[in-house]
Every structure is written in C-alpha cells, then in structure tokens.
C-alpha cells in the first residue's frame, strides 16, 4: 500500500472539522456583532462568541498535543517541493492562529476596563489574565484579534483552493484522507492517474 492511500485518524478528523466549523462561523459572527448597536442581541452575541472561541481554544491545544504525539500521512509522492513547502507553511499557520486568534481574545477582554466577567455559556467562571486593564491595551488586542482573523481568511482561500486542486486536478487522496469515512463513496473517483495503488 502506497503512504498515499494512508488517512488521519477519526480523531485528527473529528478536530479539524470541528474546529473549522466553529471557526468558520466565528469569523463573520465576530464582525457581525462588532457592528451591532449596543442591545440585547449584541451582548448575547459576545458572550455566545466567547464561548465559543473558548472551546476553539480548548479543541486546538488538544488537537496541537495529538498532532506533536502522531504522524500524519506522508504528502504524495508527486507533489513539488514548494508545495510540500507551501503546505507546511499553511498548516503550522493554522495551529498558530487556531490558538493565536482565542488567546487575543481572551487577552482582550481581560484588558477591558468594563471588566465584564467571562462565563462559559454563563456558567463556567473563567478567569481573566492580569494583564494592563485599559483602552489603549484593549485596543491593542482588538487590532491584533482582527488582524489574525483576516489571516485566517487569507489562509483558508489558500487551505480550501489546494484541497480542490489535489482531488480535482492532481486527482490524488489528499482532501479524501481528512474527510469522513461516510462520504468517501460520495468522493471517491473510479480512476485516478496520480494515485498509486
Ligand atoms: C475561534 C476563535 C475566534 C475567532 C475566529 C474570532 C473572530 C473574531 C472576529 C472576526 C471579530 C471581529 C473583529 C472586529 O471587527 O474588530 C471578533 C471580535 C471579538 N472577539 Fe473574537 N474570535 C474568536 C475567539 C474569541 C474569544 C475566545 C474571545 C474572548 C474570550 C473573543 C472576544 C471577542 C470580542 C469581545 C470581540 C468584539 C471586539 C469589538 O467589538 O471591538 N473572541 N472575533
Ligand atoms: C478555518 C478552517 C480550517 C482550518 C483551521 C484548517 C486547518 C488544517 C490543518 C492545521 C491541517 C493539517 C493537519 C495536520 O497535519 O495536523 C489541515 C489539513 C487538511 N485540511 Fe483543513 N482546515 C480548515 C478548513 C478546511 C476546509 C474547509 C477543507 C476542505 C476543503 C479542509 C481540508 C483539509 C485537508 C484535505 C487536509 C489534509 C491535508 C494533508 O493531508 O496534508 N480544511 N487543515
């Protein structure tokens, strides 16, 4: 059997997805809300976003820890060396930003002088980190949020583009290796010319 044909575990699958999906849904519900005159809805919506952007975080550590303790498939043999380069470029990215873009925001609302406490679901208490409480440095981690969000975007267009260009044109096992055993049927092509079997 070809190191091609080999796929991510259920788990590393059920984490990316997970985590692309909320992630996914963060980015524009954050710039929605941002945007909302003060209400109801727009306080409801901030603590629903940081409720989730804590899971993100809690799901990203956890998928860091599984990724540093298990190998992933080996990448096609006929890939280019600046694509293998361009690949591990936007995958470390990601595991950076999965972490980075929850870890601002947790840093921005700690340094928020409305000091609005921050409850899971408004239940779990979490703490706030002690960090300089002011406009200034709230200001700061909001920019930095943003700016990793639009990164994010910039590196998904990349992420999604290079798993269409692997099943579509390349025609190797690449997107069928992360994607749910129960629509491989849906995916699968008869031939592949690349694919070594
Ligand atoms: C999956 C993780 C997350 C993503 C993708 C995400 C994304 C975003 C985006 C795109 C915005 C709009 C930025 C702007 O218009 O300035 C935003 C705003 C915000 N985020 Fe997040 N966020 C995440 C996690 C968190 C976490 C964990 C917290 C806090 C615990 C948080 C707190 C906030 C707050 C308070 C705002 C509003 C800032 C403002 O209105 O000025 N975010 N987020
Ligand atoms: C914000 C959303 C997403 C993030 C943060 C993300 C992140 C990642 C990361 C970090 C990896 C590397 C996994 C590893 O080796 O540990 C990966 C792999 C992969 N992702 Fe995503 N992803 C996202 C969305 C998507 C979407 C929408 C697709 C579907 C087209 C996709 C398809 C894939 C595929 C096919 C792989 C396997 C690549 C390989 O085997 O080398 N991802 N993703």
């Given at each position: 059997m070809s190191t091609e044909t080999q796929r991510y575990s259920s788990v590393a699958k059920a984490l990316h997805w997970l985590i692309a999906v909320m992630i996914i849904v963060q980015i524009p519900t954050g710039f929605i809300m941002h945007n909302l005159a003060f209400s109801e809805t727009k306080y409801t919506m901030y603590q629903l976003h940081k409720s989730f952007g804590l899971i993100v975080l809690t799901l990203s550590l956890l998928r860091l820890g599984w990724r540093l303790t298990h190998k992933a498939p080996a990448l096609p043999d006929h890939m280019k060396p600046w694509e293998r380069v361009l690949a591990r470029i936007t995958h470390v990215g990601f595991y950076a930003l999965i972490i980075g873009i929850p870890l601002t925001g947790w840093l921005m609302v700690s340094a928020s002088p409305l000091g609005i406490d921050t409850k899971i679901f408004y239940v779990i208490p979490v703490p706030h980190w002690p960090v300089p409480v002011g406009e200034a440095a709230e200001s700061f981690w909001i920019e930095t949020h943003e700016v990793l969000a639009k990164i994010t975007i910039g590196l998904l267009v990349l992420h999604v583009g290079g798993a269409l260009k692997h099943h579509f044109v390349d025609k190797d096992s690449v997107l069928l290796r992360m994607v749910?055993?129960?629509?491989h049927s849906k995916l699968r092509r008869d031939s592949s010319p690349k694919e070594a079997h």
């Open positions: 749910p055993s129960a629509l």
